[in-house]
């Protein structure tokens, strides 16, 4: 595959449909700030030097940066895009025209003085801490409430994928068959909870793993309880990534996509935002358990090879490849790990215990500690996608 190939059918897409989620995100922060009477300072696509920017009329740089992994609003008393208060007396940044004592939006540049009565005003480390909690948590917020649009909109216009729970075909010596699971056998309850489509049995089992399973069962209009002990075993899927999978062993009847009304549609949209999101947490609780390997966890270049599968496959694997991506990405700046928004959510809930926030040293250690975090995690993800498209091994070809 040539460099042009690359870019147009992989670094195109990931990066289109990442701008569109952090723009998401970030706006989330934006409107809960604005609403709050915080004064914005920056809105920025991607971090590092800036590309291209503007004005609007209310002071705030509206920018495209270089590094398009991510993106951050600069509110009015940060001292920098992670969100950390400024001191009370600080140097503020000189102004975008350079302009020696110039205020701009925050501290006079190149003098040290604390905030003004007016300045306090529009400072987000002055707001109460209701406002702050709000603020923050509007950007994970933001992001499943996008891909609960996303899906309403699917499942309204295109149907929402689902199967009959009902049995097609049993494989042989499977845990289906073991357990006397039959061709036409309608499933009931998994594991106490009730089933709809075919597709909460395979999430039932995927989440369960090696654990056996008790099914109830429709059969010649009789309920038969039974126990299966799915297999586990290794599938590679259309990526190319292999996963440590449970196999029960069973085939669905049919698939076929159901539209709702826009009521329907949207509790429907609620229901399966909630299951992705427990779904992850789900896979992610084991993968720290050890249950899953941790080579399922893909970074910055397995979500583009999957932005370009997904951009092959059309408009409608984008559209859902998107609400998933969105939840995870609402779901991951929920952790507790200073840097990212659980992070601050974490300090002001410290906050509302002590009656006051925690120590600037204690901040600043936390950040650092969470700026290490993240780092890791970064370079752990991206090592994983690389030793999995053989990256290494054609480095040491190329070079031999």
């Not at 801490?129 to 909109?153: C, D, E, H």
């Not at 006397?180 to 369960?208: C, H, K, P, T, Y």
């Not at 429907?268 to 992850?280: D, K, M, N």
């Not at 893909?298 to 490849?321: K, N």
Request: hydrophobic letters at 45%.
């Amino acid at each position: 595959m040539d460099l042009l190939n690359l870019i147009g059918d992989y670094l195109i897409p990931f990066l289109v449909i990442l701008t569109i989620l952090v723009f998401i995100h970030e706006m989330g922060h934006y409107l809960a700030a604005r609403r709050c009477g915080v004064k914005i300072e920056a809105f920025s696509i991607g971090f590092g030097p800036e590309l291209f920017g503007w004005y609007d009329k209310q002071g705030t740089r509206w920018k495209v940066s270089a590094v398009p992994l991510g993106g951050y609003v600069k509110m009015f008393g940060d001292a920098d895009v992670t969100s950390r208060p400024a001191p009370s007396a600080s140097k503020a940044e000189a102004n975008s025209g350079g302009q020696a004592g110039e205020e701009t939006g925050g501290w006079a540049s190149g003098v040290e003085r604390p905030l003004t009565d007016e300045e306090r005003a529009v400072s987000f480390h002055h707001k109460t801490l209701g406002q702050r909690t709000f603020i923050v948590a509007a950007g994970p917020a933001a992001n499943f409430i996008f891909a609960a649009v996303l899906l309403t909109g699917f499942f309204a216009f295109i149907g929402q994928p689902t199967t009959p729970p009902v049995i097609g075909q049993v494989l042989e010596n499977s845990a289906a068959e073991v357990a006397d699971i039959r061709s036409g056998d309608r499933i009931l309850e998994v594991n106490g909870n009730r089933i709809e489509r075919f597709e909460q049995i395979q999430r039932a089992v995927q989440l369960n793993l090696d654990q056996p399973l008790e099914i109830l069962v429709e059969r010649d209009g009789q309920q038969v309880p039974l126990t299966a002990t799915p297999e586990i075993v290794d599938q590679e899927d259309n990526f190319g990534n292999v996963h440590r999978m449970a196999r029960l062993g069973v085939g669905a009847s049919g698939t076929e996509y159901v539209r709702y009304g826009p009521g329907e549609a949207l509790w429907r949209a609620g229901e399966e935002t909630v299951s992705l999101t427990a779904a992850t947490l789900r896979a992610l609780g084991q993968i720290v358990t050890g249950v899953r390997s941790t080579d399922e966890l893909g970074g910055p270049v397995r979500i583009a090879e999957m932005s370009g599968h997904v951009a092959m496959a059309g408009i409608i694997s984008v559209a859902w490849f998107m609400a998933v991506l969105s939840i995870n990405l609402g779901l991951i700046n929920l952790f507790p790990v200073p840097m990212l928004d659980g992070g601050h959510l974490l300090f002001y809930a410290v906050e509302a215990v002590r009656g006051r926030p925690l120590g600037e040293r204690a901040q600043e250690l936390g950040f650092r500690i969470g700026l290490a975090l993240v780092v890791m995690l970064f370079v752990f993800v991206t090592w994983n996608d690389l030793t999995r498209l053989q990256f290494f091994n054609f480095l040491v070809g190329w070079i031999s």
